[in-house]
């Protein structure tokens, strides 16, 4: 019986294993920080490489001769080299000036002079969809000469490491640029005709 107080007061001043135990209760919050930071690096570096792609579609659209889905398909392929399974969606409008874009269409003629779109009444459809609004995508496509073009690209992909259990961020990162460019006046820029409403 005389063993057992010996033994317990021996392991009371036994120090050997006390690092294990510490360690355990660093290395969650130290996987946890290693774990974002090369989640982040990655999602800054995808980024980067979108900003770049854009800077590169903006550098084509200048183009007399340029394709608009070759500058799309280019876009996509450089992200999905660096995120094969990456969803890309790219959007792209024109405009004639700068102040159309998010800008309520200009009436043309006011009949009554209320600001508003009345029986009789005509404006500048910038978007070409044959309703007065806030024009915010602009004409479908990248127009023609001297027109302001803006490309938007959104990228989704799923995240490399599975960190997003551990903070509840989900498993997927979105990322967006826009870009805009006025293309060449290779020729004339085209002008608006006004529509009336009848």
């Known amino acids: 019986m005389k063993l057992l107080p010996h033994l317990s007061r021996r392991l009371a001043d036994d120090q050997r294993g006390a690092s294990v135990p510490e360690f355990a209760l660093i290395l969650i919050p130290l ?3 290693l774990f974002g930071g090369l989640e982040i690096g990655y999602q800054i570096y995808v980024r980067s490489v979108l900003l770049g792609a854009m800077e590169r579609a903006t550098r084509l659209t200048t183009l007399q001769t340029v394709d608009s889905t070759a500058v799309e398909t280019d876009i996509e392929a450089t992200i999905k080299r660096l ?4 969803t890309v969606r790219t959007t792209k409008g024109s405009f ?5 874009i998010n800008a309520m269409e200009r009436l043309t003629k006011d009949t009554n002079n209320n600001a508003t779109l009345d029986s009789g009444d ?3 459809d910038v978007d070409d969809n044959g309703v007065r609004n806030v024009v915010t995508e602009g004409k479908t496509g990248i127009g023609g000469a001297d027109d302001i073009v803006r490309y938007n690209t959104v990228v989704t992909y799923n995240r490399i490491l599975p960190i997003y259990r551990f903070t509840g961020i ?9 870009t805009m460019t006025r293309r060449q006046p290779y020729e004339l820029q085209n002008v608006l005709t006004p529509k009336c409403k009848a």
Request: with cysteine; net charge negative; hydrophobic share 40%.
């Open 96 to 100: 004639l000036q700068y102040s159309q």
């Open 122 to 124: 005509c404006w500048e």
């Open 31 to 33: 996987c946890l920080i």
């Open 170 to 178: 989900g498993n997927t990162a979105t990322l967006s640029a826009t």
């Open 83 to 86: 995120a094969p399974n990456a």
